[in-house]
Every structure is written in C-alpha cells, then in structure tokens.
C-alpha cells in the first residue's frame, strides 16, 4: 500500500552548508533525497520508513562534471542523461556510458543520480562495477570537512558503507584510463531495456608484449556488494592469455563470488554467466 504523503516532511536546502548545518543539528533525522528514483519506489510500496527528507536538488555544489588532464569529476546529483551528454565522459568513459544507457528509461536516466545510485548500494546496480573499474574515489563531505576515500572498499555488506550519520557523498572522481586499455562492459538482464540486471561485468585490462600489464575487473549481482575480483586479477597480471589461463582465471573468478538465487535469477545461472562473461572479456584483450 502506498504511504500516506501528508506524514513526510520535506526541506529543500539552496547551499551544502544549509545541507551539513541540518545534518550536524539533527543526526539521524534526515534522510537525502536526490533524484528520489529508489525512494520513489519504497513510498509507493508503503515501506518508506523515514519521514523528514533533506532533498538536495536545489544544491548547485553538487551538480556538474569537471575534468583535468588526469581526472574527471561528476558531482554527486551528475543524471545519467548529463553522463551520456558529455562528450568527455563518453571519450574516456565508455563503461559509464554503457551503463547510463541501460539504467531505466529516459525518466530514470533524467532524475537518477551517480551519488544515488552509490549510496542506494544495491549489488545489482548498474554503474558501480564501472566505477570500481576505473579506480573512483570518493568525496565525502560533513560539517567537520571534507575526505577521499577509495570506492573500493566503501560498501562493507549488504546496504552497508562507511558513511557517517551527518556525512554526505559530494563528489565522485576518477582518473584518465590509459589510452590503450580495452573497456568491457556487459550487463545480462531479462530484457535488453528496462531490466535490472542478473549480472553485470565491467573490465579494464591493457596488454604489453603479449602479457596482461593491468587488468581490473568487478561484476555485480553475484554477492552482497557489487565486488572487485582482485585474486582473479592478481592471478591474470603478468601472464599471457591462452585457454589454459582463461580456464584457470575462470576457477579463481567463480571462487570470489557468492550468487545466490532471487526472484530474478539462480545462483547456478549468475555464476556461469559469469564465467562466460570474465571469458568474453579477457578474449577481447
Ligand atoms: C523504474 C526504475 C528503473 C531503474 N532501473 C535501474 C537500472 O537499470 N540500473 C540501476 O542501477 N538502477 C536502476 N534504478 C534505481 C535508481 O534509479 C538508481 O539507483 C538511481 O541512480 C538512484 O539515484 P537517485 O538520485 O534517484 O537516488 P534517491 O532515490 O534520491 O536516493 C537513493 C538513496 O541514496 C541516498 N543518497 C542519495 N544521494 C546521496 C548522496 N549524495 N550522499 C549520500 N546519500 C545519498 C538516499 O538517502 C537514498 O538512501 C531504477 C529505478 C526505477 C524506479
């Protein structure tokens, strides 16, 4: 049953102080509210728990993408539509865009945020096994100041991250990928649209003389939290890609995640999929 609208209360802040004023006055009070795209969808199903919504799409700190020789920057409430938009991004971040297309529809990819899509920490979420591929950072930002911390390692379990009470995310940065690298990304779902995904793979790997030089890969769905499979890559850095490698790659692979079976798809099915998926990658390499 859909919640009873009258009971929620709303503030909508202009700046990031106002935003980190309430959170500091009040821990435990507020809730963020961007593009609403996932809490749209507790209300509607009368399991939004929280009551008082700071909604921060009126704060302009949060908003825009920014780049330098080295890095590019989205602010926390960057849309999918200003993602696939932006012409850097789509040059040097081809995973994000992939994503960003198949994230919903067009009203989704209008309303839907980066920083929620993290923060939500759903393991089926689109754009994180992208995000952790090309090494993100994040800003996270209260009262006290601001910190960079590593995206990998940020989720520590089911909808759990190491985010303070009266902390936000503001920014999320990630450097230029060598110009060489092979970017894979491929999201299984049971549409081609529209569908939240039973697996979804993201790869970076650059080759030197025949020999994997780097090679990042993380797959979401198939654990708690969309993971990055650093025994797979540290078993690929250094060697050269026959069947034998692959198959061993693929052993190793299938030992670091976890799939279960849901309403969307079977353990059984997630991890060959995924197998076939880490092959497809490493094939492209
Ligand atoms: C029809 C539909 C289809 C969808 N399809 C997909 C899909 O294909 N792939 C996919 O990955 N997702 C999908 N989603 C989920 C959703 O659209 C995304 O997760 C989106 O990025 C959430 O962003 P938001 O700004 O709307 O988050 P909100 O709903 O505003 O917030 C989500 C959570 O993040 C918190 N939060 C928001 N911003 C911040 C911040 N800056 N700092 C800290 N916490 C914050 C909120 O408090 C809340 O807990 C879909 C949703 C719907 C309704």
Redesign the pocket.
């Known amino acids: 049953m859909r919640s009873d609208v009258t009971q929620y209360e709303m503030v909508a802040p202009k700046s990031l102080d106002e935003v980190l004023a309430n959170l500091s006055s009040e821990p435990g009070k507020w809730?963020?509210?961007?593009?609403?795209?996932?809490?749209?969808?507790l209300m509607e199903s009368g399991k939004l728990a929280p009551k008082n919504f700071l909604s921060?799409w009126g704060v302009k700190e949060?908003k825009g993408i920014s780049y330098t020789d080295d890095s590019m920057t989205f602010g926390?409430?960057t849309t999918?539509g200003e993602l696939q938009r932006h012409s850097k991004v789509r040059e040097y971040f081809p995973m994000l865009i992939q994503?960003a297309k198949?994230?919903?529809?067009l009203a989704?990819q209008n309303?839907?945020?980066?920083?929620?899509?993290?923060?939500?920490a759903?393991p089926?979420?689109?754009?994180p096994p992208g995000l952790l591929v090309y090494d993100a950072e994040l800003e996270l930002t209260s009262v006290d100041g601001s910190r960079w911390v590593p995206y990998d390692g940020f989720h520590t379990g089911y909808k759990q991250m190491k985010?303070g009470e009266a902390?936000?995310?503001?920014k999320i940065r990630v450097p230029r990928p060598d110009p060489k690298g092979v970017h894979y990304f491929k999201k299984v779902?049971t549409r081609r649209a529209?569908?939240?995904?039973k697996i979804v793979l993201a790869g970076f790997g650059l080759m030197n003389e025949g020999a994997v030089k780097t090679v990042r890969i993380a797959v979401g769905s198939v654990a708690a939290i969309t993971l990055r499979c650093h025994k797979t890559e540290a078993f690929l850095t250094g060697k050269s890609l026959n069947d034998s490698v692959i198959a061993e790659a693929s052993e190793i692979f299938g030992g670091e995640i976890t799939p279960i079976d849901d309403v969307r798809s079977t353990g059984r099915y997630r991890r060959q999929v995924g197998k076939n998926l880490l092959k497809d990658f490493l094939e492209s390499l």
């Not at 089926?124 to 754009?127: H, L, R, V």
């Not at 902390?167 to 503001?170: C, H, P, R, V, Y």
């Not at 529209?194 to 995904?197: C, D, E, P, V």
Request: charged share 10%; net charge negative.
């Open positions: 809730t963020l509210f961007a593009g609403g795209t996932d809490l749209m969808v921060l949060l926390a409430l999918y994503a198949e994230t919903g529809g989704i309303r839907g945020t980066l920083g929620g899509n993290i923060a939500n759903s089926a979420a689109d754009s985010l902390e936000l995310i503001t779902g529209q569908a939240i995904s």
